[in-house]
């Protein structure tokens, strides 16, 4: 897995394709993924315990995985003529194996970067992290959609899951 994401477009080094291998490089040389200064997202926010927690987070992969699907469909429904119901539908129809064994309380942010700041800032202000459970799981995924003329739109997937029992 890789470790961390930086957003800092001045900076050549904080750009790398989707491959993982740096421009320049050889394929053969490229780095791990652990050394790659390139990530799926979010780790500044992952990096700390929420505040008021005493114990680390724990991350639900599975839900990760599934909310990181939705978020590029998220993106397309803002700009295109497709019917909203639709893409409820389709976005429920993801979160049902999830809703069946879990609680889940999250929902999408968007953002038009322009720094990584304003954008801790906003999922922080959502007190999702202020679960106060010691069994509850968070899920957090990332997408960013790049448009003409160094315009990012971010997408923030943030949710907390509590196991049914």
């Not at 700009?79 to 429920?92: A, G, R």
Request: aromatic share 10%; glycine share 4%.
């Amino acid at each position: 897995m890789l470790t961390y994401f930086r957003l800092e477009i001045a900076s050549a080094r904080s750009h790398c394709p989707y491959s993982g291998v740096l421009c320049g490089q050889h394929p053969e040389a490229a780095p791990t993924p652990a050394t790659t200064a390139c990530s799926h997202g979010a780790s500044s926010i992952r990096s700390s315990p929420p505040s008021g927690r005493r114990l680390q987070p724990v991350w639900n992969r599975y839900c990760i995985v599934t909310l990181r699907k939705l978020l590029p469909s998220l993106e397309k429904a803002s700009w295109s003529n497709e019917q909203t119901s639709t893409i409820l539908q389709d976005h429920l129809l993801e979160l049902n194996h999830i809703l069946s064994s879990h609680k889940m309380c999250g929902f999408p942010l968007n953002f038009a970067y322009t720094k990584i700041e304003d954008i801790e800032e906003a999922v922080k202000g959502t007190g999702v992290h202020c679960y106060e459970s010691l069994d509850v799981e968070f899920a957090l995924a990332v997408y960013v959609h790049p448009y003409p003329c160094d315009i990012l739109s971010v997408w923030v997937y943030v949710a907390s899951l509590v196991r049914r029992r």
